[in-house]
T-cell receptor, first 115, second 117 residues
């Protein structure tokens, strides 16, 4: 069964600090992996998308890594800001199965940045 | 300016009622989705529509029915509402890549918070 596990479930850090969120998946065959940011009361917004051949991709202070061999991805946030407080959702697309439209969603990591 | 819009933003209703949530996208996308996000913030896909055809239907009760009058709209009708239907419902849209089954990044609406009393 295709699964996406995220850790930690929640994280509290001080403004200005760095943090790393983890995503492990068992989706196979793998097509791509996305990280979404969901602010409270809003819909998710895509941060990065990575395919099999990419092992790192940056979007401003967000850097995602992918290890297709170990089926792990991480999202690193540098110099956190209060606006980074949100849920971060890892979504993996497989070429077959894995739920509707080949997508398997993680349950998200709830990140709180404290001043 | 709004890419994906939903109405209403909040919906409070009694058990047993029938309600609808509307969704519109102005991105020119050909695939639209409905998601349910429960109290634990877990997003679950319910339906997707591509070119006015239902192509994926997760194991949702048949009280839920998507209706697409045109490519830019996908409305969600819910009959005989139950307490367990209380959640936030998100509409999303994306572009289907012609060469394969995969679609481009999904753009989500702001969500509709449904409360069933």
């Amino acid at each position: 069964k295709n699964q996406v596990e995220q850790s930690p479930q929640s994280l509290i850090i001080l403004e200005g600090k760095n943090c790393t969120l983890q995503c492990n998946y068992t989706v196979s065959p793998f097509s791509n992996l996305r990280w979404y940011k969901q602010d409270t009361g809003r819909g998710p917004v895509s941060l990065t998308i990575m395919t099999f051949s990419e092992n790192t991709k940056s979007n401003g202070r967000y850097t995602a890594t992918l290890d297709a061999d170990t089926k792990q991805s991480s999202l690193h946030i540098t110099a956190s800001q209060l606006s980074d407080s949100a849920s971060y959702i890892c979504v993996v697309r497989g070429d077959s199965g894995g739920g509707a439209d080949g997508l398997t969603f993680g349950k998200g990591t709830h990140l709180i940045i404290q001043p | 300016d709004t890419a994906v819009s939903q109405t209403p933003k909040y919906l409070v209703t009694q058990m047993g009622n029938d309600k609808s949530i509307k969704c519109e996208q102005n991105l020119g996308h050909d695939t639209m989705y409905w998601y349910k996000q429960d109290s634990k913030k877990f997003l679950k896909i319910m339906f997707s529509y591509n070119n006015k055809e239902l192509i994926i239907n997760e194991t949702v009760p048949n009280r839920f029915s998507p209706k697409s009058p045109d490519k830019a709209h996908l409305n969600l009708h819910i009959n005989s509402l139950e307490l367990g239907d209380s959640a936030v419902y998100f509409c999303a849209s994306s572009r289907r890549i012609p060469s394969g089954r995969t679609t481009d990044t999904q753009y989500f609406g702001p969500g509709t918070r449904l409360t069933v009393l």
